[in-house]
């Protein structure tokens, strides 16, 4: 018999208590590390490893954890985060708040400056956050990032109000602090950053940039000339390598009907230019374009032999058809938004970065890195058939160990039963 999904239930949004500040941070002082206890007690362990992956070393950087201490409508909170993870919860319990963290994590891992990470960061504030005597709001997000050098936790305080800056970051492993940032001086745009040197000085102090994750630039600046160095530049490379090659992806059927113009074949997250990316990947590769073509059969109404694209409006454009195999074509404009949504999921999943419009670490072998895939609405317009087709595909091609998955659902009761699925259940409370 099939094993039950690991569920994780995240009731009421307390699961990890939100542990205090030390420094500028959201409500008031920064985050306090959760490596190290208060009033420098005995550090804490990081957090075992998901069930099914202790005792071992993932070979591939992968996140296993979100860690949502005050963000949006979240507080103290710990996602686990498997190969195929479902986030299911009614509308507001924070499902899509969740995926933006990700996203907004990984677009820093990525070197992105904050404004691009957060576009709305008084979105991210904590309704009822209070400021400090300076008038200060803002939130606390990290992650945990699994592989061969074992867990490592990155936590950062980012100050939304009055202006957006990294008040906090800190980087830790098998409970030492690797990396800390803090803002010394509220004037200059800069915070104050220590990080492990086991040298002849036991850290390295310089300061950084305010606006962009100190873990990623870590490469730069440190020199990796004593075990210290190696060490804290495995692990923040390890980080970010987790975190980069993240594809945000919310098909939109009204905009996926319409003829697009011919372009670089990169995928949007809106699915908008399927029809030009569906064009290069017919003729690119014909195994995983048959793959897709079975996929489609499956979920879409009627015979289907082929999904392909052709030029339209004199050469101008490109649109997508199905093949209906006795010389009838039809239009992706006639399908409904399920049998939409469907279609350009499963080519998500069938495709890879070269093809999706995704930050590639281009210094890391492709086989040591992994796509995450990030899908608000999973489940928004599907049928019961379509939702089963779609999960089996992803269990297929995420445990392979390239690609993973975290979903938005409504409902994944869908999903009981099924190998290699990792639930997550949020409410309201």
Known sequence: MAPEPTTSPVRGRHTTPATPDAGPGPTGPGPRPSSEAPHGGAPRPLPEAPPGEAGRRPALPRVTELLLSAFAGHRGVTLPFGALTLIAGPSGSGKTSALRAYEALARLGGGAELGEAFREPGACVPERARADAQRRRGFRIGCTADGPEGPVRLEIAVQAEPALRIVGERLTADGQVLLQTALRDPGRRTVQAAWHTAGTAPVTRAPLPDDRLGTALLPLRVAGRTPGQRRVLAAAEQMVVALRSVFSCDPRPD????????????LLGGCDNLADVLWRTRAECGRRHALLVDAVRAGCAGPVTDLLAEPYDSGRLVRALLDRGDGTRSELRRLGDGELRYTALALVLLTGPGVLETDVPGEVPAALRSLTILADGLDRD????????????????CERGHIRLA?????????????GVTVVHLDRD
């Open 407 to 419: 979903g938005a659902v409504s409902d994944a009761s869908w999903a009981a039963g099924v190998t």
């Open 255 to 266: 905009r996926m009907r319409r003829p697009v113009p011919a372009g670089p074949g990169r």
């Open 382 to 397: 599907l049928d019961p058939g379509q939702r089963e087709h779609l999960l089996r595909l992803a269990v297929r091609m």
